[in-house]
């Protein structure tokens, strides 16, 4: 493991929510749902026994190919769990994408291969 870094598959915490939160783009209740029902998974990241944080992951399965979708992480130990995602990938010839706010998040996955693909633009509900 990348670092001594592990991936722990877990359940929907509070602790999960609150460390996610910034990194749901406002989009937390959806994901704790996805998590909920089984859409997406919740993974622990941890090192030596240290909490590190939590990536929320899902494959998304299409007749002609399969991705693993990071959909949101914080935390610690991003580069060496973000090398266990690519791997698991690579061993099961899916392909990757992942979602981020943060605007340095598209030069950082560049080392793991990824190009930018798509920006998406949100405006909420106006009043008035």
């Known amino acids: 493991m ?8 877990t359940q929907w915490s509070n602790a999960a929510e609150n460390i996610l939160y910034s990194a749901a783009f406002g989009e ?3 994901i704790k749902d996805q998590v909920i029902s089984g859409e997406s998974e919740l993974w622990h990241v941890s090192k ?8 929320v992951t899902r494959v998304e399965k299409r007749p002609d190919s399969t991705t693993l979708v990071i959909v949101a992480g914080a935390g610690q130990y991003g580069r060496d769990a973000m090398s266990l995602f690519c791997a698991i990938a690579d061993k099961n010839a899916w392909s990757m994408r992942v979602h981020s706010t943060r605007r340095g998040m598209g030069r950082y996955l560049t080392h793991f291969g990824f190009q930018s ?3 998406i633009y949100k405006r909420g509900l106006q009043h008035g």
């Not at 030596?48 to 990536?55: E, I, L, P």
Request: charged residues 20%; proline residues 5%.
């Open 2 to 9: 990348p670092g001594g870094v592990q991936i722990t598959k």
């Open 28 to 30: 937390i209740a959806d």
């Open 48 to 55: 030596a026994k240290t909490f590190g944080g939590y990536v």
């Open 117 to 119: 693909a798509e920006t």
